[in-house]
């Protein structure tokens, strides 16, 4: 990903990879769900929506704390022959491009 990367490339990108993700999720929590006992089962689907909210939180959380590591390393080692804009838009593309690494 650089500055000039197209919004449709990124949005199309981001929709794949959703949609993959949403692909694994319901099997898993269908099964997760099916392995329990009736008189289970509403608290089975309260401890999933628990960790998919924690895990949400935490997963925001540490893409914004990757993002932001990348951007400072970017800033510390940046060439002098870059604008002030240019600087600020190649270190967002790789602190982007750190967090989405992972």
């Known amino acids: 990903m650089h500055t000039d990367t197209s919004y449709t490339y990124l949005i199309v990108v981001y929709a794949i990879r959703m949609f993959s993700v949403s692909l694994l999720m319901m099997p898993i929590n269908t099964t997760g769900i099916n392995s329990l006992r009736n008189e289970e089962i509403s608290h089975g689907t309260a401890i999933m929506n628990f960790g998919r909210v924690m895990a949400g939180s935490l997963g925001t959380a540490l893409m914004v704390t990757l993002m932001s590591f990348g951007a400072k390393i ?13 600087i600020k838009q190649q270190s967002i593309a790789i602190g982007v491009d750190i967090s989405f690494a992972l």
């Open 74 to 86: 970017f800033l510390s080692t940046s060439p002098s022959h870059l604008t002030a804009t240019e």
